[in-house]
């Protein structure tokens, strides 16, 4: 693959990578549990790491003939035994978008979804073969949720599902059958395939997320996302809250005798996430709040009410907001659009290729 090693230097797991891809707070798989939200009934589920930690070899839910080819084949690492199990390309897709999206989603969204997925894995796979990580023992990726894309095995995803898995299953495994082999791909590689949950109503650019530029990464309209019943999320923090939370942080804050003036926001992106602020004299970007108060994103308002003493936070959306909104996804999807639309608006300027074309030099 040509000038491979040039994207590598650039970020990513996701997630986990990063998930994103992710990436990497609590709803992104970047920490002991990943959060993503269900469009379909307006709830948010979570899957703790330890259910997704898989003990034995994993086993499709129907019989396969075995992969013949290298690049059909994806090594995986169980991250609590060390063992490392060789799975097909189109069972470990299936098992992330089980584990990344909402199954109840619209079939385009869950194809667009596939995609992504099996670029995040391409990538990945081909990160190790050009700078294998010590760490990985030889695999492509990992089932640590905490650091790659989240994977259920079909016994963890059926777990997960209860009475509904054989159905959601085929529904799953359909789409990402449709999708062929089909990864996104820019300048002819594979790219960082970022994905969310909900953004602000305007996806964010990597280069405010990560400090990298990426041209395929930049924002984009998602205005659907701003319909979701979900699309706020206030928390209230009393002042001895904060000052317990800031001083964990930051053992030399200063906490002026106003509590009003503890917090004050500097600056935003042109997609409202706040990229600077000032709290109890401590210079910080919106990442490091939302870190701080476990917020669902970086996108947020702080007021502070002098007659109860408590501070209030709204935030917009969920999650880093770069990439593909799942919740705007399945919102185009719900309108008509097909997954190639869907992937070619959130990801500007990408092309969708056949995984072969990656391979035929």
């Known amino acids: 693959m040509k000038d491979l090693a040039k994207i590598f230097g650039v970020f990513f797991i996701l997630v986990a990578a990063i998930p994103m891809l992710a990436f990497l707070q609590p709803e992104e798989r970047r920490s002991s549990a990943y959060a993503v939200q269900n469009t379909a009934d307006e709830t948010a589920y979570t899957a703790a790491s330890e259910d997704t930690v898989q003990t034995e070899a994993p086993t499709s839910k129907a019989e396969e003939t075995e992969p013949r080819e290298e690049n059909d084949l994806l090594k995986v690492l169980d991250f609590t035994s060390g063992q490392v199990y060789e799975l097909s390309l189109r069972d470990y897709v299936i098992g992330a978008v089980l584990a990344e999206m909402p199954a109840t989603y619209c079939d385009e969204a869950l194809k667009a979804q596939a995609a992504a997925a099996r670029t995040y894995a391409v990538r990945q796979r081909e990160k ?9 023992l030889g695999a492509d990726i990992s089932n640590d949720s905490g650091k790659f894309q989240a994977y259920f095995t079909p016994e963890q995803a059926r777990k997960f599902y209860g009475d509904g898995y054989d159905t959601y299953y085929e529904k799953v495994a359909a789409a990402v059958d449709a999708t062929g082999n089909s990864v996104l791909v820019y300048e002819g590689e594979p790219i960082v395939a970022a994905f969310h949950s909900m953004s602000g109503g305007k996806t964010e650019s990597a280069e405010v997320v990560w400090g990298s530029a990426l041209d395929y990464l930049i924002p984009v309209e998602s205005a659907a996302d701003e ?47 706040v990229t600077a602020m000032t709290v109890c004299g401590k210079e910080m970007t919106g990442a490091d709040f939302r870190r701080i108060f476990t917020l669902r994103s ?64």
């Open 227 to 273: 319909e979701s019943p979900s699309y706020l999320d206030e928390q209230v923090f009393s002042e001895a809250e904060v000052r317990a939370r800031i001083e964990a942080e930051y053992t030399d804050a200063v906490f002026d005798k106003n509590a009003a003036d503890w917090v004050k926001i500097t600056e935003r992106s042109a997609s409202g996430t």
């Open 298 to 361: 970086a996108n947020f308002e702080v007021r502070y009410s002098e007659k109860s003493g408590d501070f209030s936070v709204t935030s917009k959306g969920y999650g880093h907001g770069v990439g593909m909104s799942q919740y705007g996804a399945n919102a185009m999807a719900s309108k008509g659009s097909t997954w190639q639309e869907i992937l070619l608006h959130y990801y500007t300027g990408a092309e969708i290729v056949d995984m072969s074309e990656l391979y035929s030099e």
């Open 128 to 136: 190790q073969r050009l700078s294998p990580d010590p760490e990985l």
